[in-house]
């Protein structure tokens, strides 16, 4: 049995009349017959008892209408919101913590104003853990700092950050806050407050420092970057981590930036999506927002 069946059986029960049914549908009244006739052959009775001059729902007829009502209903409303899937299928966003900290409140909130009710999942985890993420298809986009990974990817870089090299006032006897500079050597004698292995930061100053000769060997490893910042504040050594985290504390002295000879770190900051992604309008309509191409302000 198909839907046609049951909404030709549903029209004839409502109109009491083969024709009125016929007319109803926009079908030949023999098409109707031999609808009810094959339906009253599934169910091994009659539906509808055929008088003089008119047709009359029986017992077996009413219990079939009981079950087929909410059925045609439900396809109705179906019919209705096919044409809008797209636009409420809901969104998967896999982060990086100072992505997810900094840059995607203002742009959830805007994308939120742009498409109300839409579903918005935001997943924030480690840059090599939302690229593995993204390559299973168990995101939309991935939101990472540093490299662009390789894979069948594409990537667009939509804001970057510089990395400071940061200690409390006085922890470095002898290099005034304006004049401090440090050497590689002397920076890789000190007690280094870093990143884990495997955060963005951490990779990117290991290998800018792998490709100058040396490597860091660090006293503290967290992955907590406010853990890192007090403890470079009660002078428990140098750390390195982004201008976007440690602004206020610049700014009030608590820390000081060092320059180091020969060594510049920046990350790129990337949105990235699967080059066989299907990109539904809300989902382009995010990655402008991402991209500073929408009404958002990323900073």
């Not at 009775?45 to 045609?72: H, M, N, Q």
């Not at 320059?259 to 790129?268: E, H, I």
Request: net charge negative.
């Amino acid at each position: 049995m198909t839907l046609r069946h049951f909404r030709i059986f549903k029209a004839v029960a409502e109109t009491g009349s083969f024709t009125k049914a016929a007319e109803s549908l926009y079908i030949t009244q023999s098409a109707v017959s031999h609808a009810i006739r094959e339906l009253e052959e599934r169910a091994g009775t009659a539906l509808f008892d055929r008088l003089s001059k008119s047709i009359s729902i029986t017992e077996s007829g009413r219990l079939l209408l009981e079950e087929v009502t909410p059925i045609l209903a439900s396809c109705e409303v179906l019919d209705s919101r096919i044409n809008c899937l797209e636009k409420q299928a809901p969104v998967h966003i896999v982060s990086s913590i100072t992505i997810a900290a900094f840059y995607l409140p203002a742009i959830l909130k805007q994308f939120g104003e742009l498409w109300p009710g839409l579903p918005v999942t935001v997943e924030v985890v480690p840059a090599a853990t939302a690229v593995e993420v993204l390559r299973n298809g168990e995101a939309d986009f991935a939101l990472i700092e540093g490299a662009a990974p390789q894979g069948p990817f594409i990537c667009e870089a939509f804001d970057s950050y510089k990395m400071h090299i940061l200690c409390c006032p006085g922890y470095l006897a002898g290099y005034p806050a304006e004049a401090a500079c440090l050497s590689l050597e002397r920076f890789c004698a000190e007690r280094l407050l870093l990143r884990e292995k495997g955060s963005a930061i951490r990779d990117t100053l290991d290998s800018a420092l792998y490709l100058a000769g040396y490597t860091a060997y660090p006293a503290w490893t967290s992955v907590n970057s406010t853990a890192l910042i007090e403890a470079a504040k009660a002078g428990l050594g140098l750390t390195v981590l982004p201008d976007i985290l440690v602004g206020k504390e610049l700014e009030e002295g608590s820390l000081i930036s060092i320059r180091m000879d020969g060594l510049q770190l920046k990350n790129d900051l990337l949105v990235i999506r699967h080059k066989e992604k299907y990109m539904t309008e809300p989902l382009r309509s995010l990655l402008r927002l991402i991209s500073g191409k929408g009404e958002v302000k990323l900073r």
